[in-house]
């Protein structure tokens, strides 16, 4: 990954981007938050983890503070409304599942879809990010490749007893990337960042973590197909 090769021409102050920034700023920001908690509710599946799981949230709460400070330094008021209910399906699944205490499937929906879905986006926006921002954010996303390699590390020691798990948790949880990836769609383009390069990031992080786990290429390929298609 490289910052030096894209040079956007972006008015950061203007009405347009701003209010672009809103929405998309409030996303990062309650995105943190949801990591946060859910990390808090692992350690109840896993305390034996416990001391991990709560440094991962610590991490979690100063990248949020840092993206709230992103919000500011344009002057921004985060929607955060608009925030809460974009991430509202995925988080009764991971709730759904810490009370059946499935912890899989919770690690999937936070360590494996979220993270990846954080990674994807932090990468294609630091090269149209304000200075500010930019400096931030690469600063938070050395940080989330640590959280998607607890949930890897996890998931491939208790491969064979949660594969299963894992493939019914996939086919919930991944066509809500693609509904979430078209709902900012519009506000994301204005910020520099294109739809189709969030996709194929998103993909590379996620199949890239299945692959560490134990599934093989042609059940990556299968996996990725039911979570477009919803089958």
């Known amino acids: 990954m490289t910052t030096a090769t894209a040079t956007p021409v972006l008015d950061y102050h203007s009405d347009r981007y701003k209010d672009a920034y809103s929405r998309i700023n409030a ?3 309650e995105g943190e ?3 946060h908690d859910n990390y808090i509710d692992l350690a109840k599946l896993l305390p034996q983890h416990q001391e991990e799981l709560t440094r991962l949230a610590k991490m979690e709460a100063r990248h949020k503070k840092g993206f709230e400070a992103c919000g500011r330094n344009l002057s921004v ?3 955060m409304e608009f925030a809460k209910a974009f991430f509202e399906k995925l988080r009764a699944n991971f709730q759904r599942a810490l009370a059946e205490g499935k912890t899989a499937t919770c690690l999937l929906i936070q360590a494996l879809i979220i993270e990846s879905f954080a990674i ?5 926006y630091i090269p149209m990010a304000d200075p500010f921002a930019r400096k931030i954010t690469e ?3 050395k940080d989330e490749y640590s959280h998607l390699n607890f949930g890897e590390i996890w998931l491939k020691e208790h491969f064979e007893s949660v594969k299963g798990e894992l493939e019914e948790a996939n086919r919930a949880n991944l066509p809500l990337v693609w509904k979430m990836l078209n709902q900012v769609e519009a506000d994301a383009k204005v ?3 294109e739809k189709d390069a969030l996709v194929e990031d998103f993909m590379i992080q996620y199949s890239g973590a299945l692959e560490n786990i134990g599934f093989t290429t042609r059940e990556i390929m299968k996996m990725s197909v039911y979570g477009l298609t919803g089958a």
């Open 27 to 29: 996303i990062v920001i």
């Open 33 to 35: 938050q949801e990591a």
């Open 77 to 79: 008021t985060p929607d």
């Open 120 to 124: 994807a986006a932090y990468n294609i």
């Open 139 to 141: 600063s938070v996303v």
């Open 191 to 193: 910020l520099g960042m």
